[in-house]
T-cell receptor, first 112, second 116 residues
Framework: GDSVTQMEGPVTLSEEAFLTINCTYTATGYPSLFWYVQYPGEGLQLLLKATKADDKGSNKGFEATYRKETTSFHLEKGSVQVSDSAVYFCALSDRNTDKLIFGTGTRLQVFP | GAVVSQHPSWVICKSGTSVKIECRSLDFQATTMFWYRQFPKQSLMLMATSNEGSKATYEQGVEKDKFLINHASLTLSTLTVTSAHPEDSSFYIC???WGDGYQPQHFGDGTRLSIL
């Protein structure tokens, strides 16, 4: 079945550092891909999305490109802030089951 | 846009009582709503999927008599944890979606349920 694999955390960075969180997927069809962010004690917020190959999703300085050839959707940000500290989930929509399949989440900790 | 409100955000109750959690889509009509459970430092576990006006579809291993889901309108779904016990203590999160599976799900802020 479809699946999402993302890098284990925690990822620890200093403020203004460059961020990459890797995400790869396995899917039989052409899913939509998402990044969600979860701040402590809260639900998930949609960060960005891409619906087809080569699409680039971007929001709040974060971006990710739907790479069909490498089945990847890596999250990047050029300069992280302390306020970006959260757990980031990569997810795909499963066309066959109509469900959202999540990766295990990556905790990001940014220190001043 | 795409705001989902979940209420209550935190509830503590005695073992054996029933607890109802509401999930509302405030600025869009949700054709499908989902209920998840999240254990500490883990990903979300899908419990059930519900479409307005029809019975919910439960994931394997989720007791439908224990977790009652009602999706009465395009903007409201409820989850009732019946005869709750300490092992039901968890963080419950709902989400709502308009359209098909290519559309994103929009999540509520979650409900932390503690059963004493």
């Amino acid at each position: 079945g479809d699946s999402v694999t993302q890098m284990e955390g925690p990822v620890t960075l200093s403020e203004e550092a460059f961020l990459t969180i890797n995400c790869t997927y396995t899917a039989t069809g052409y899913p939509s891909l998402f990044w969600y962010v979860q701040y402590p004690g809260e639900g998930l917020q949609l960060l960005l999305k891409a619906t087809k190959a080569d699409d680039k999703g971007s929001n709040k300085g974060f971006e990710a490109t739907y790479r069909k050839e490498t089945t990847s959707f890596h999250l990047e940000k050029g300069s992280v802030q302390v306020s970006d500290s959260a757990v980031y989930f990569c997810a795909l929509s499963d066309r066959n089951t109509d469900k959202l399949i999540f990766g295990t989440g990556t905790r990001l900790q940014v220190f001043p | 846009g795409a705001v989902v409100s979940q209420h209550p955000s935190w509830v503590i109750c005695k073992s054996g009582t029933s607890v109802k959690i509401e999930c509302r889509s405030l600025d869009f009509q949700a054709t499908t709503m989902f209920w998840y459970r999240q254990f500490p430092k883990q990903s979300l576990m899908l419990m059930a999927t519900s479409n307005e006006g029809s019975k919910a579809t439960y994931e394997q291993g989720v007791e439908k008599d224990k977790f009652l889901i009602n999706h009465a309108s395009l903007t409201l779904s409820t989850l009732t944890v019946t005869s709750a016990h300490p092992e039901d203590s968890s963080f419950y999160i709902c989400s709502a979606r308009w359209g098909d599976g290519y559309q994103p799900q929009h999540f509520g802020d979650g409900t932390r349920l503690s059963i004493l």
